[in-house]
T-cell receptor, first 109, second 113 residues
């Protein structure tokens, strides 16, 4: 069953702007992962942040994790039209990934 | 291409028929996972294997569903007596160990008429 909640459900921005997506989860986690999915395709792994980490960067991506609030955020800086996709957070407790419902990001050129 | 591959990419079947999907993981990965995704939702866990052993199954995996990984390499997911509610994208992923980054295949989209 879905455990995470993502906020907002949909986000529309102009190219060059920053996009922030938030994720909340309910259980204790080993790590939290963010994935991107283009329409009708498989998921692409973006970044993994471990439960003892607070912030992680990868290129234009910045992920934060607050285990006391059971929340994470994904920031995409200087967005591009190619960033248009659905973004999912997934908590890892045990071996399975438990996904949220995702945020649909639209970047307008 | 050394990523996760899945076949077929699309499958259309009539209600009541059996279907089988195949997943080839990244070659050195011990763990293989199956997920199901319906429109507008995130993927939901079905089952996973550590080598050839099936270690966990979700309650979503009814008795019409069976998964195998006979030699610890590729895996098959079979759905017997398909129902319209089985229509979904079936995703396979693999990882070196858990909990670790899972790499997903392109998925098999099943449509049950």
């Amino acid at each position: 069953s879905q455990q995470g909640e993502e906020d907002p459900q949909a986000l529309s921005i102009q190219e060059g702007e920053n996009a922030t997506m938030n994720c909340s989860y309910k259980t204790s986690i080993n790590n939290l992962q963010w994935y991107r999915q283009n329409s009708g395709r498989g998921l692409v792994h973006l970044i993994l942040i471990r439960s003892n980490e607070r912030e992680k960067h990868s290129g234009r991506l910045r992920v934060t994790l607050d285990t006391s609030k059971k929340s994470s955020s994904l920031l995409i800086t200087a967005s591009r039209a190619a960033d248009t996709a659905s973004y999912f957070c997934a908590e890892t407790s045990g071996s399975r990934l438990t996904f949220g419902e995702g945020t649909q990001l639209t970047v307008n050129p | 291409d050394t990523g996760v591959s899945q076949n077929p990419r699309h499958k259309i079947t009539k209600r009541g028929q059996n279907v089988t999907f195949r997943c080839d993981p990244i070659s050195e990965h011990n763990r293989l996972y199956w997920y199901r995704q319906t429109l507008g939702q995130g993927p939901e866990f079905l089952t996973y294997f550590q080598n050839e052993a099936q270690l966990e199954k979700s309650r979503l995996l009814s008795d019409r569903f069976s998964a195998e990984r006979p030699k610890g390499s590729f895996s098959t997911l079979e759905i017997q007596r398909t129902e319209q509610g089985d229509s979904a994208m079936y995703l396979c992923a693999s990882s070196l160990a858990g909990p670790d980054t899972q790499y997903f295949g392109p998925g098999t989209r099943l449509t049950v008429l």
